[in-house]
């Protein structure tokens, strides 16, 4: 959940960066699409665990950055008889 409009960033060195203009408060989604040993490892495995750094600056203020551990799972649509 943001506060205010801003601009937010998701990095990893084993994700590709996103950045995103936020217009309001309120929840977004953030696409995460791995890269290098991750992306192999879901490829594989289906899932992986990732230390990404998530940072908002928001139009006025300073700008916030924390880290969290994410467990990612492969996207793979429902199986239909």
């Known amino acids: ?3 205010a409009a ?3 960033s ?3 060195p084993t994700i590709e960066r996103q950045q995103l203009t936020v217009r309001g408060a309120g929840p977004i989604r953030v696409p995460i699409l791995p ?3 991750l992306a192999k490892r879901m490829s594989k495995y289906g899932e992986g665990k ?3 750094t998530v940072t908002f600056t ?3 203020g300073a700008p916030t950055t924390l880290e969290k ?3 990612l799972l492969k996207n793979v649509p429902p199986i239909r008889d």
């Open 1 to 3: 959940m943001l506060p």
């Open 6 to 8: 801003g601009q937010l």
């Open 10 to 12: 998701v990095s990893s």
């Open 35 to 37: 890269k290098g040993p």
């Open 50 to 52: 990732v230390r990404v």
């Open 58 to 60: 928001p139009t006025v």
């Open 69 to 71: 551990l994410l467990k």
